[in-house]
């Protein structure tokens, strides 16, 4: 029996269009309820360095102007799409059942899953309609008991997850 019930993901992008820009990195962690790592995947998805150069400006990276110098270094080292599809896709395969649609997890996970839609279709058909997002426990938690998470700002899949799980317990010891 496959014990992983969440596929946390986080994606980079050269911004948050999902017309006009494109997946750089991305990064999941399946857990089980009690939110145990089960594994993790990593991937670069090779993306056009004039499409690069043309989205990856303004005021957002320019104040992570070394977060987007190390995502286009990287780059070089990257695969095609349809490839880090592939790859995760076989990440679910061995971690999640097979009769079931996995739950995607994470900050602001709608905005990734639009990115997803569009470029990993195969994947998206994978997943379940339901989300679980760590960001509508942010919301209810800031407004109505004043109570905020720190997490760091790192912009590196992998690191974006990690803190998106541990946001989640802060807000579940709350409510203990």
Not at 49 to 70: I, N, Q, S
Not at 145 to 158: C, D
């Amino acid at each position: 029996m496959k014990h992983a019930k969440l596929l946390w993901v986080d994606l980079e992008m050269t911004g948050l269009d999902p017309v006009e820009d494109r997946i750089l990195e991305v990064a999941a962690i399946a857990t089980d309820w009690d939110f145990t790592e089960i594994a993790r995947f990593e991937a670069v998805k090779k993306v056009g360095p004039t499409l690069m150069k043309k989205r990856m400006v303004g005021e957002f990276w320019e104040k992570y102007g070394l977060v987007r110098d190390a995502l286009i270094k990287q780059n070089d080292t990257g695969v095609n799409g349809r490839t880090v599809e592939n790859q995760l896709l076989a990440f679910i395969d061995e971690h999640f059942d097979s009769e079931e649609r996995v739950l995607l997890a994470g900050n602001s996970i709608h905005q990734d899953r639009k990115f997803i839609e569009r470029e990993w279709p195969r994947l998206d058909a994978r997943l379940h309609y339901r989300m679980l997002d760590v960001s509508a426990w942010k919301v209810v938690f800031e407004g109505k008991y004043r109570k905020k998470f720190t997490k760091p700002e790192a912009h590196r899949a992998l690191e974006d997850i990690k803190g998106s799980i541990e946001e989640l317990k802060y807000y579940l010891k709350k409510v203990r």
